[in-house]
Antibody, heavy 116, light 109 residues
């Protein structure tokens, strides 16, 4: 079936970087954009940016520009989101989601904890 | 940035009753609006896109309406599995600058 499977939980120190993966299966990876959305505990959803897996084109929310990088490896149908200069406020569940407007398929989420 | 405002923050409803959730955009998003349902510990699930089109497998008790800046999600007769948090999301911009509303929690009265 169509699914996105993300990498496991991460614990990072302030100032470090984290790279989360999102592996697509059940559909043609290059046919749909991949977006990244995060959610701090008890809070709402925050869109971080998108990537076109076919072209590699990306667009980032202004809040994350300069700190986030979205890439892909089409040979293994996997998208990546790297967030640098981590701070405690980046502690959240990070989701990948398929779609160029509404997001019809979501990954299971990856918990990233930033703590000294 | 287009700001999405949802109301109320919490809605207390009895099973079998009707629930009406609102979402307002700070500027027109045409019909480029989606609704999601999220249960604790789960990823969001797409309910409605294009303001009024149900996603695949979504029951008919869920309906969406509106355009421009005012949108409504209606759950005609709440089932136990419908108690959750609901988010609206606009996708009007290009290049994408998508934004979500703050959510409405639908709880058992």
């Amino acid at each position: 079936q169509v699914q996105l499977v993300q990498s496991g939980a991460e614990v990072k120190k302030p100032g470090a970087s984290v790279k989360v993966s999102c592996k697509a299966s059940g559909y043609t990876f290059t046919s749909y954009d991949i977006n990244w959305v995060r959610q701090a505990t008890g809070q709402g959803l925050e869109w971080m940016g998108w990537m076109n897996p076919n072209s590699g084109n990306t667009g980032y929310a202004q809040k994350f520009q300069g700190r986030v990088t979205m890439t892909r490896n089409t040979s293994i149908s996997t998208a990546y989101m790297e967030l640098s200069s981590l701070r405690s406020e980046d502690t959240a569940v990070y989701y990948c989601a398929r779609g160029s407007d509404a997001f019809d398929i979501w990954g299971q989420g990856t918990m990233v904890t930033v703590s000294s | 940035e287009i700001v999405m405002t949802q109301s109320p923050a919490t809605l207390s409803v009895s099973p079998g009753e009707r629930a009406t959730l609102s979402c307002r955009a700070s500027q027109s998003v045409s019909s480029n609006l989606a609704w999601y349902q999220q249960k604790p510990g789960q990823a969001p699930r797409l309910l409605i896109y294009g303001a009024s089109t149900r996603a695949t497998g979504i029951p008919a008790r869920f309906s969406g309406s509106g355009s421009g800046t005012e949108f409504t999600l209606t759950i005609s007769s709440l089932q136990s599995e419908d108690f959750a948090v609901y988010y609206c999301q606009q996708y009007n911009n290009w290049p994408p600058a998508l934004t979500f509303g703050g959510g409405t929690k639908v709880e058992i009265k």
